[in-house]
């Protein structure tokens, strides 16, 4: 607030910065109050069950972070339909997109869905088994995230969209570096009840 109040005395180029910082930091106060309702009041959970196409949620989840991110997302995906909840299914592949984009080079994030289950592939620098274990606690956050933005909640909400669907989370290193992370759900239409 101290600044706030100087904001006449700073330069335009100064002005701008510290704008652009408290947009940024209010985005994600944002995301966190948002994670934190989602994970204690199951919030996806009041969305009704339906059919659902996979590859059309990993599409719409990838535009979205496309649009956001700029990065360059490919998406290969089957048939498989499953009878779920469509926004929770969205989100959770949005946030494993987030924490792709937040972690890997420039390169192509490659999105893939099969058979009920759904793999985000980075090109970044992979993550330890120790925090593999880990990651889809609450409020963990692996040693290589501790100084980017997040809150440990993204991953926790995959796995809490995953077991909501009958399926569970997975983590492991892609071939050539980089990680695999992501979740299956029951791929068996009428699993997941209204």
Do not use: C
Request: glycine share 10%; net charge negative.
């Amino acid at each position: 607030m101290a600044v706030l109040r100087q904001l006449d005395d700073l330069t335009p180029d100064a002005r701008n910065r510290l704008i652009d910082d408290l947009d940024g930091e209010t985005r994600e106060l944002t995301d966190l109050v948002n994670e934190l309702i989602d994970l204690a009041t199951h919030r996806h959970d009041l969305e009704s069950a339906e059919l659902v196409a996979l590859s059309e949620v990993a599409e719409a989840a990838a535009s979205r972070v496309r649009r956001r991110s700029g990065r360059e997302i490919l998406v290969d995906a089957d048939r498989t339909v499953v009878r779920g909840r469509r926004q929770a299914l969205e989100r959770a592949v949005s946030n494993l997109l987030e924490n792709a984009v937040k972690f890997a080079p420039e390169e192509p994030i490659d999105v893939v869905v099969k058979d009920g289950r759904i793999e985000v592939r980075d090109r970044g620098p992979g993550m330890s088994e120790e925090d593999g274990q880990h990651v889809f606690e609450r409020f963990y956050r692996a040693s290589t995230a501790r100084g980017l933005p997040g809150s440990g909640l993204g991953l926790a909400i995959v796995s809490q969209v995953a077991d909501s669907h009958g399926g569970d989370v997975f983590v492991t290193s892609r071939e050539g570096g980089g990680a695999v992370v992501g979740f299956s759900v029951n791929s068996k239409p009428g699993h997941v009840e209204d």
